[in-house]
């Protein structure tokens, strides 16, 4: 249980330099078997965009939605529909997770799918 209080602190503390800048948030919760993100106005009352391995259109062609390559294609989906959003400049909230794995994988698919972090 240590472990998670730990996440949800580093979490929070990095949720509250997002909010000063006033920026677009993209969250990642990361589960044993799927991957989600989201993106939050920067005020955090409203999502804009979602993707997650859940949907059927990112489903599609994964063996399964808990490794890179499912991570990957949550990242390119949220990109594409952060664009038509009209948003191209977010700060990316990794909830706590460390940066390696299925979170970076997530963040570098976003960033070809052109965000800016």
Known sequence: MEKKIARLRRAKSTRARIRELGVPRLSVLRTGQHLYAQLFTADGSKV???AATVEAEVKNGLKNGK??????K??????????????EKVAFDRSGYRYHGRVKALADAAREGGLQF
């Open 48 to 50: 804009l965009a979602s």
């Open 67 to 72: 490794n890179k390559d499912a991570a990957a």
């Open 74 to 87: 949550v990242g390119q989906v949220i990109a594409e529909r952060a664009k038509a959003a009209g948003i």
